[in-house]
């Protein structure tokens, strides 16, 4: 059950669309970042910037539907 829509966009939507966003643009380029290929630096940037948006997601949207134990 989706019980925001706010927050189905912050955890899903915005890390798949930066990552897809991220391999269309980068995809031919020969560019490197500390040796490694842009794209995959790119891809790597992404691990955390999806954390961010599910701790964002989870803190200002979908915590109050959840009792806190304890």
Known sequence: MIRSWPSVLIGLFVPAFALLAGILVLSGSTASVL?????FFWVFCC???TTLCLWISWRFFDRA????DD
């Open 35 to 39: 040796g490694i290929p842009v794209l």
């Open 47 to 49: 691990c955390p910037l």
């Open 65 to 68: 539907h959840y009792p806190e």
